[in-house]
């Protein structure tokens, strides 16, 4: 039986082995190609620093961590490229200028970080087809939000394409490279659109910041992506329409096997204060719960998740990891109780 010490070092503080355990989340300390605000490497040790403190029953879905939550070591590949390159992708990130070409050696600067990128998704592929292979559900933990593309590859040839993803944040992420990077944040969702086998329907929540190219993106990719605008969601409500009955409309186009895409953002900032780019307007974490919850009550499957662009505050400031722990308890609970 599967007891939780808050001294255990496990996540939500479990003692627990990977062998016994349904959800198996894998650490991606990488942030790379960030633009903004930094820290996303940070992010899974402030979840695990802050997890231990969870009560293991949840009102809804009881005593799931039962089936066992298991978080994998990190893999010393993602730290030390994360630091060697990071400071690279600044220099190009000032270089970067739309009408003008890069000099010689930002090029090759360039090229050597996008291989590199291209490297963490094969090992962020590797790690979640073996996740899959165990016949456990893979859950990652950035990072920014150009790790878990990888992870949707694996779970997307699993299911030969039979999966829906569910992507709620701030950003659109539909770029088709941004400031020269192939694998960037902002790109993860076209990327993902673009695999050998994509999802059925990528469906969109708390939109709010997105250019014009992934906006005319979206109106002519009606049959593969639908986005719920924050504004759109906001007004909705505004005039009285409920949340649960938003949240039927953003189900229904998805099929049985989901795949969860959480970056952080998406919530309200002062939910998720030093993430790289926050921005104002959001989703509550009680709406996010309820979302999450009604994946599984419309009878959905959760095959697979990650939660990304979680950032610790300096000088030990807890919160971030905070909402970022509960908010994976969430998705780790739900996904071993969907069937
Ligand atoms: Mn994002």
Redesign the pocket.
Known sequence: MIKQSTNSGGIFGLISTRKESKVILTPVPWEVTTSYGSGTSHGPRAILEASPQIDLFDIEFGNAYEQGFFLEKEDPFFMANNNKLKPLAQEIIGAWDETTELSAPHKATLKQINSACTEMTELVYRKTAAVIKENKIPGLIGGD?STPLGAIRAVGEHYAGDFGILHI?A?A?LRLAYQGFSHS?AS?MRNVCALKTPPKHLVQVGIRDFCQEEYDFIQSNESQVTTFFDSQLKSAQMQGEAWGQLVEKILKPLPKNVYVSF?IDGLAPHFCPHTGTPVPGGLSFDEACYLLAQIVKSGRKIIGFDLN?VAPGPEGDEWDGNVGSRLLFKLCGWAAVSK
Do not use: G
Request: charged share 50%.
């Open positions: 939000h944040d950003h992420d944040h993860i970056d662009e």
